[in-house]
Every structure is written in C-alpha cells, then in structure tokens.
C-alpha cells in the first residue's frame, strides 16, 4: 500500500510539473469557462423574461425586440466562449505532449540502448504514442474543468440563492454527494488504468516479439501455439478494457442520477410553489420568471459537474501513464553524470577511475583509468564477458558508468560525434549512395568515390552497371559480409568524426574478408583518426600504438 501511495504522489507531482509551463493557457480555459457560465445565465434569464412578458405581462411584441437580440448575443457569446475555452485546453495539450515526448527522448538517450535493453521496442513505442497521448484529456479537459465544476455552479448558486434560497438549499444538499461518490469511484479506476497501460505494453511487445520470429515458429511448427498466446493476451487487453469501461461508465450513471433527482425536487418545488401548495419560506413569493429561470438553471448548475465526469477517466488514465513516464524520469535522473569539472586532456581520451554494473549481473568494469592520445590506436583485448564492449558502450555515451570520469577531446559522451563500427553493419535497403549518406548527408559522388576507394571497393563499384545508385537488400544483401563491412567502414572515412570504436570488427568473416577489412582500417588508422578497437584478433592487435587487457573488468597495460 506504501508503495501504491509513493506511487501516486510520484505520478501526481509528474503531471503538475508538466502544467508548469502551460498554466497561463489553463487559466485562460477557465476564464473562458467562466464567462460560458456568464453567457448562459444571461440566455437562461432573457428566456424567463421573455415568456413571462409574453403569457403574464402581455407586452407587446415591439417590446421584445431588444431582449430578443440580446438572447442571440447571449447565445453567440456562449458558442464563442466555449470555442476559446477548447481552444486554450488544446493548446496546453499540445504543449505538453509535446514536452512529455521531447522529455522521454532526452531520458531514453541518458539511459542509453544498454540500459533499455530489458525494455521492448514495442513498448518504448506505445509509451512513446499512446502513453503520451493518454495525456490529453487531462490538461484538455478535466485540469480547466476541475475549477469550473467549483466556480460555475458557485456563480449560478448565488443567483438562485437571490431569487429563491429554498430551492438553492436543495440544489446544495445535492451537489456534495455527486464529487464525494466520483471520488470512491476514481480510486478503483486509477488502479485499473495503470493495469490497462501495463498490459498494453505488454501486448505490443508479444505481438511484436512473435512477428519477429515468425520464420522461426514456422520452422519448429509453433504457429499455433504462437497465435494461441497471442489471443491470450489480447484477451487479457480486452478484460481490462473493459473493467475500465465499465468504471467510467459507473461514474457518468452516478452523477446522472443524483443530478436527475435534484432537479425533478427543484421542479416539484417550484410546481407547487406557483400552485399555492407550498407557503413555507420564499415559495409565495415565486412568480413565473423567477420559477422558469430557477428551473433553466437546475440543468446548468449540474452540467459542469457532468463535463468533470465525463473527463475523470482522463485523469485515470493520465496518472497511470504519468507512472512510467515519471519512473523513467527518475531512472535517469539517479545515474551520476559525469562531473564537468573532468574536462581535461582536450587532446584525447581520458578515463578516470570509471566503473559500471548492470542489474542482476554486478560489476562490469572496476575502477578503470586510461588516457589515449589523439590519433593513437589502441586494442582492447581480454576474454569473452570482460568488459571490453562495455567500456565502448561508455566510451560511445551508450551507457552512463556509475562513477568516475570520462572525456573525449575535451568533451563528455555524447557532446561530439563518434564513429562506430561493429561486427554486424547496419545497411538499409537503398543504394550504395544512400547508405555513404547516413553519416554524412552533404557528401558529394566524388567524395564519396574516394571512401570507396579507400576501403578497397573500387573494383566492385566500378563493375555495377548504376554505380552508387546500385540498390543493396536490407542488412546489406548483395554483398559478401567482408565487402558489406568495408561499405561501412566508407561511412567511417566521410564521417567528420576524430575517433572511432570498433567492437570486433572482423568477427564472423571468412580469412580473405578479415584481410581486407584490416587492410581499410590500415588506412584509417593512418589518417590520423583516434582508433579504439575491442578485438581477438592478432593482426588487428598489431595495427595498434598500444595494447590493453581487461580481465574480469579490471584493465592491465600489456
């Protein structure tokens, strides 16, 4: 239960951060609702003057004209109030979602691929879209209607209060009991929603995870059992639905009926008030304006308590998205940024007493400290789960460490560009010249010829009939994998970048593929680009200035 109250204070406090920067948009809703509330009372009185002129004063009709134009302009003023107020709570909306989203790429990068490893991409991509979506309602609606629902039945309160203080009295005795059983209703709908946001994800990422490996379900004859998991997941989605459904549906029939007793009371009174019934009180006085004005406003005295529950489903659903959006927030929050003061060794590398772990697997890297010249080529070697990707990973900005420093150039992680290279090329389906292009878009065909030729594929390039436009498969189909890794390392040679990591780079390839890679990094390394390169790899080893060993996380000089 502590945890569940931590919870909600955290998701609570995530959202009224967010209306931070939109509060002026959220206060000019509620003006414009407010002034709705104005037009309405106006409309609603300018009717009651009217038929009571019509049937009890029997005015003429040239007497009519003016409060009849003033009954449209009441009308119009209403329309156009209630236009800015949606306006305004859209314009917040926007704002916000916008900032949400630009605040979940900003933690996801801080965390870095390492860290959101355990985390499907489906459900990355629904907290990214529906997640943030599910924000909407809230500061749209439900935040300008949670005052209006104060201060619009206040306003209207009064005037019935002036005209009649009998009736107000019933239309009070009503009015507490609408917020106090939406209120127990929204309890068990917070709960719900958080578990509809939960299993949303989760259907996603088993939709997405099954998609993925449809090849291999048909290969071992689990199709079947593939789909059957499927239904059962969306079968746990639609249960949730609907208990959620069911919850909002609850509230709105709660709300109508304490609001269609009150009033059928207010109409009962002011019947038998006008028929000389009732004499108790203000009830001898009524007359047919102050009766039918009373009777108009009974509606509209409810109605912003019946838009509030109608958008309290809104609030559910933005509390249990707020949960994982603050959670994540938090998670990025807690990982030690390295310290500015470390900017030093602005002519390379400098590691100090850096250290990481993972959950559930400790310690990965242990007080390691380095420092790598510009231009130097550097081998990581040591055995398999030694830390060497991982001090890439933290070299590359891809995962924050737990402690130490870290600069590159004199900048932190992720400041500056860095070249990457690992031992699978990331190639789309497109052209060679689409592919040069991803890590330097302003690349003209002559440089990019020239990285080609650098990297020993020349020959290949000049026996395509369309050149650069000739179009590659995904992943780089067409080529062998030592030639798919040289296009690769092109992409290295047009990138502006002063260092580049290599996690084995020549794993997986074929002896005649190895030597050609290692012939274009060759070249690389003697372009005076800083070259750090995780590898088994003898000849690659050779290639570097220096060589150190990681074992167990712990870094030697060999």
């Known amino acids: 239960m502590k945890a569940i109250t931590e919870s909600g204070r955290r998701s609570r406090h995530w959202l009224r951060q967010q209306g931070l920067a939109v509060r002026p948009w959220l206060y000019a809703a509620v003006v414009a609702g407010l002034l709705q509330t104005l037009a309405i009372i106006a409309q609603m009185g300018l009717i009651a003057w009217l038929v009571h002129a019509v049937l009890i004063a029997k005015a003429p009709y040239s007497s009519l004209l003016w409060p009849g134009v003033g009954l449209g302009l009441a009308v119009v003023l209403r329309a156009l109030a209630q236009a800015v107020q949606e306006r305004c709570g859209q314009h917040a909306s926007v704002r916000v979602r916008q900032t949400a989203r630009e605040q979940l790429a900003a933690d996801w990068a801080d965390l870095g691929p390492i860290r ?179 009777l108009l406003l009974a509606p509209e005295f409810f109605q912003p308590l019946r838009s509030l529950a109608q958008s309290y489903h809104d609030r559910a659903a933005a509390l249990a998205a707020a949960e994982g959006m603050a959670a994540l927030q ?128 020349g020959a290949l390039l000049g026996a395509q009939r369309n050149g650069l436009d000739t179009v590659l498969g995904e992943g780089g189909r067409g080529l062998s994998g030592g030639q798919a890794q040289r296009l690769a390392l092109a992409r290295v040679w047009l990138s502006t970048a002063d260092v580049v990591l290599l996690d084995e780079p020549t794993a997986s390839l074929d002896e005649q593929s190895e030597a050609e890679v290692i012939t274009a990094l060759r070249g690389l390394a003697a372009s005076g680009k800083t070259l750090i390169i995780a590898t088994h790899h003898p000849a690659l080893m050779a290639l570097a200035d220096r060589r150190y060993v990681l074992n167990s996380g712990r870094l030697t000089d060999a």
């Open 116 to 294: 959101l490893a355990d985390r499907s991409s489906a459900a990355l991509t629904n907290q990214w879209v529906e997640q943030a979506e599910a924000l909407d309602g809230y500061y749209a609606r439900y935040l300008p209607q949670q005052w209006l629902a104060l201060l619009s039945p206040l306003l209207i309160l009064l005037l019935v209060f002036w005209l009649d203080w009998l009736a107000a009295l019933f239309l009070l005795l009503a009015a507490p009991l609408i917020p106090l059983f939406m209120a127990l209703i929204g309890m068990s709908a917070e709960k719900v929603s958080q578990q509809h946001v939960l299993e949303a994800g989760r259907l996603a990422g088993h939709f997405l995870d099954r998609v993925r490996s449809l090849t291999s379900l048909q290969l071992f004859g689990q199709v079947g059992a593939a789909t059957q998991s499927v239904q059962d997941a969306a079968e746990r989605y639609r249960s949730v639905t609907m208990r959620t459904l069911r919850i909002a549906f609850l509230s709105s029939a709660v709300l109508e009926f304490f609001a269609s007793v009150a009033i059928a009371v207010v109409a009962m009174y002011i019947g038998f008030g006008l028929l000389g019934y009732i004499q108790y009180g203000p009830a001898a006085q009524l007359t047919l304006f102050s009766g039918l004005l009373i």
């Open 330 to 457: 938090d998670e990025a929050a807690n990982i030690d940024s390295q310290s500015e003061s470390a900017k030093q060794g602005a002519d390379g590398i400098c590691i100090r007493q850096l250290s990481l772990s993972y959950p559930g697997r400790g310690a990965v890297l242990t007080d390691i400290s380095l420092q790598i010249s510009a231009g130097q080529v550097v081998a990581l070697t040591g055995s398999s789960g030694s830390g060497k990707s991982s001090l890439l990973h933290c070299i590359a900005g891809f995962v924050n460490p737990d402690s130490g420093s870290l600069t590159i150039l004199g900048h932190l992680p992720g400041e500056q560009p860095l070249a990457w290279l690992g031992q699978r090329p990331f190639l789309i389906q497109g052209s060679w010249a689409e592919n040069l292009r991803l890590t330097a878009p302003q690349a003209s065909t002559e440089e990019m010829s020239r990285a080609i030729e650098a990297v020993g594929l």
